[in-house]
Every structure is written in C-alpha cells, then in structure tokens.
C-alpha cells in the first residue's frame, strides 16, 4: 500500500491523502494551466469540488464548483451530472443535487436554476423562487445570470466548456452567477450582471470580488473566423485585446474566453486584484470534468453554486 500526498499547501493536502492498491483508485490530479493555485480541489463525502480562496474568505457565502466525481449518474454522463435534459434518470439527477446540497449544508429545495440559452438575461431572485428547477417547477425562460441578496437561496447554473462567472459583494451582501458562453461573453453578460446589482441592490462595483470558473483554455477552443470576428469587433477598445483572439489560419484562431471575460470583468469596473481567473480547462481534464468539445457532445452537465449565508 502506497499514500500519496500532494505537496500543495494547507487545507488541500488532508483530502488528497489517498490509498492505492488492489482495487483501489489513485486520485487523479487536474492539470493546471498556470503555476499558481487558482482554485482548491476539495472533497466530501466522495463528492469532489473546487472553490475559490477569495470567496470563501469574504465569510459572507458558501460556493463550489462540481466535478465529474461522487455522483451516480453512469455512462457518458457518469458520475456527477446535474442535467435533467440530457438523457439521466430524474432519481439519479435528484440523488446528485441531494449531494451537491449536503456538501453546501442546505436543502435541494434550496436550489434555484438558471434556464440558460445563452442570453444575457438576469433574473433577481427572491425567495418565492427556491426549489424552481428542482423540486419545482421553473415559471421564466431565458434566464443565463441569476442575482439575490436574500441568504439561503442556492444561485444554481450549468457548465461543460462555457465559462461560468461568480460574483460577491460582500460589503452588500450580494451575489451573483452567470453563464458566459462565446455568446454571452461577446454579450458581455459579466458587465449585465454587475450592472444589475449595482441599480437593484447599489452596489458599488469596486467592492465586488469576481471569479471566472474552470472553462475551456485557449489552446482547447478553436473557433472559425466569424466568431472570432465578432470577438474582434466586440474587444476593439481592450487593453487585453491581443491576448484574447489568437490567429492560427487563414480560416481558424484560438479564442482566449478567459482574457475576454477579464475584459468584461474590468469594463464593469471591477479592481483587477478583486478577479480571480482560473487555472483548469474542462477539455484538457475530461476525466475530471465535464466537456462539450472534448467529448464530442457526450457528456453531463457540472454545476457553479453561490449562497448568501
Ligand atoms: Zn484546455
């Protein structure tokens, strides 16, 4: 028998004590794009995770981002699939929510989802809405953000490639989420949200700390040169401009969705130090997370989770 124990610091290394042997899994580890340690990779009850420093420091909220690991759901969509549309079993899709909320110490009927169709559309969500999506029926479309400054409500949206968007205020005590696809991200839906919790809850965006979640890296995602166009269109004034479309071919370019969501992020006038980028690809760690591209479309669905406390 053999302990592996990871040389990351604090309170990372008591979960990645693991055991190999006959019959046993060695945990696997995430490949990370950059040499600082972005996000931590926890585990509870089986469940594995990973969570921003910076949020959970703020004290005012509770958060993960899941994985493919400690669900039930099997096959391509195995284990932690938090779809009900992508051809799971509601029992098992319920089971996974119940997991997620154990890990979180809430209710599933706590929860409240995004209906994302990659819009920028942001709904303030009170109350009245907990359980929609989950143990209720959802009575809006459209929405891909979801802002609250009501604690105990489970802001809920859904990930395999896009980028997901975190946000608190906690001098307001505000949070939000969104869903920033390629589509959201030329949008600009990170500056939406920001703005609407700046003129419903008079936040000040200078207060607000930001996370882009793990996503889809540069070297992963290549795009054809119409969506690269309107990327060039829509960061024109950018600082960052030439970090985010990166030309390959006459006909392709590689699309940085974490330079342009920065972009967004600091257009909303949020403080870089307040922004935390990532540091993992969903496609270049498909083992560990979901990915649209990387497995041709057969895959589940991870979620990003925010509430108030
Ligand atoms: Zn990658």
């Keep these: 028998m053999l302990f592996l124990i990871s040389v990351t610091a604090g309170i990372e290394k008591s979960v990645h004590k693991q055991i190999t042997g006959k019959g046993m899994k060695r945990r696997m580890e995430f490949i990370r794009k950059k040499q600082y340690t972005a996000m931590l990779d926890m585990e509870k009850d089986g469940v594995r995770y990973l969570q921003f420093p910076a949020f959970t420091k703020s004290g005012v909220c509770r958060h993960l981002f899941s994985t493919r690991i400690g669900g039930v759901s099997t096959g391509d969509i195995g284990t932690m699939n938090l779809s009900y549309s992508r051809g799971d079993l509601k029992e098992n899709v319920d089971e996974n929510f119940r997991r997620i909320a154990g890990v979180l110490g809430c209710d599933i009927s706590d929860f409240v ?11 303030l969500v009170t109350v009245a809405d907990k359980g929609k999506g989950v143990t209720c029926v959802q009575d809006y479309r459209d929405v891909d953000g979801l802002i609250t400054n009501e604690p105990g409500i489970v802001l809920s949206t859904f990930y395999a490639d ?11 005590k505000v949070i939000g989420l969104s869903h920033s696809g390629w589509r959201g991200t030329v949008g600009k839906i990170g500056k939406v949200t920001v703005e609407k919790m700046t003129g419903h809850y008079g936040c000040n965006p200078e207060d607000i700390l930001a996370a882009v979640g793990p996503s889809i890296c540069a070297d992963c995602y290549e795009v054809s040169m119409d969506v690269a166009d309107e990327f060039k269109n829509a960061f024109s004034e950018a600082e960052n401009r030439d970090k985010i479309i990166l030309p390959k071919s006459e006909n392709k370019a590689m699309l940085d969705l974490w330079q342009a969501n920065l972009a967004v992020l600091l257009q909303a006038g949020i403080r870089k130090e307040h922004i935390t980028l990532p540091d993992i690809c969903t496609a270049c760690n498909k083992e560990l997370l979901f990915s649209h ?5 057969k895959r589940g669905n991870m979620g990003a989770f925010l509430v108030l406390n």
């Excluded at 896009?162 to 307001?172: E, M, S, Y």
Aim: charge should be positive.
């Design 113 to 123: 989802l995004s209906q994302q169709t990659h819009t920028t559309n942001v709904r």
């Design 162 to 172: 896009c980028v997901p968007l975190f946000f608190v205020d906690p001098i307001k």
């Design 293 to 297: 591209r990387a497995s041709g479309g």
